[in-house]
T-cell receptor, first 112, second 107 residues
Framework: EAQVTQNPRYLITVTGKKLTVTCSQN?????MSWYRQDPGLGLRQIYY???????DKGDVPEGYKVSRKEKRNFPLILESPSPNQTSLYFC???????????FGSGTRLTVV | QQPVQSPQAVILREGEDAVINCSSS?????VHWYRQKHGEAPVFLMI?????EQMRHEKISASFNEKKQQSSLYLTASQLSYSGTYFC????????FGTGTRLQVFP
């Protein structure tokens, strides 16, 4: 089944403890992206990648890192999480920018 | 900047029509539309490309006015299953989403 897989679905962590949210797609998509969703603010882009080893900042990149070493994987790294990074995170992928996105199921992160 | 969606919320009875608008301050390459049901991930509905035709997904259609940098989503004869939050995404050099329009359809 064609899908975008995110893990974990839920995560509670403490301030400053490094964490990684994984994202993997099995559709050979070139374009991958991370968004965070907060009430009233919609989906805001954190980082995106147009292909392997090519990444760029979205609108809210501060406090996040990404890497794209393989086409299928696009992990999101929070080196030192803070409470303002408590949010619902979505990974998404598409064949190219002119195709619709397929979203992962989301990761609900709470930083205390 | 995020595209602006209007209205922020719509309440409908089954069978009624609705229009959701999306406008951007930047020139657009394309416009995407997604629907998100409560507790779920957004689901792609359609994409409108520059110079392309009006698109349709079931009884939902959309238009794209490149000169005005605007798109509209038309929901015809709404069904209960149409309830959810609708997001437009505007593509310039990256895909930016609006803040969403919450649509509720009642029997």
């Amino acid at each position: 089944e064609a899908q975008v897989t995110q893990n974990p679905r839920y995560l509670i962590t403490v301030t400053g403890k490094k964490l990684t949210v994984t994202c993997s797609q099995n559709m050979n998509h070139e374009y991958m992206s991370w968004y965070r969703q907060d009430p009233g603010l919609g989906l805001r882009q954190i980082y995106y990648s147009m292909n392997v080893e090519v990444t760029d900042k979205g609108d809210v990149p501060e406090g996040y890192k990404v890497s794209r070493k393989e086409k299928r994987n696009f992990p999101l790294i929070l080196e030192s999480p803070s409470p303002n990074q408590t949010s619902l995170y979505f990974c998404a992928s598409s064949l190219t920018i002119n195709y619709g996105y397929t979203f992962g199921s989301g990761t609900r992160l709470t930083v205390v | 900047q995020q595209p602006v969606q209007s209205p922020q919320a719509v309440i409908l009875r089954e069978g009624e029509d609705a229009v959701i608008n999306c406008s951007s301050s930047k020139a657009l390459y394309s416009v995407h539309w997604y629907r998100q049901k409560h507790g779920e991930a957004p689901v792609f509905l359609m994409i409108l490309l520059k110079g392309g035709e009006q698109m349709r997904h079931e009884k939902i259609s959309a238009s794209f006015n490149e000169k005005k940098q605007q798109s509209s989503l038309y929901l015809t004869a709404s069904q209960l299953s149409y309830s959810g939050t609708y997001f437009c995404g505007t593509h310039t050099d990256k895909l930016i989403f609006g803040t969403g329009t919450r649509l509720q359809v009642f029997p």
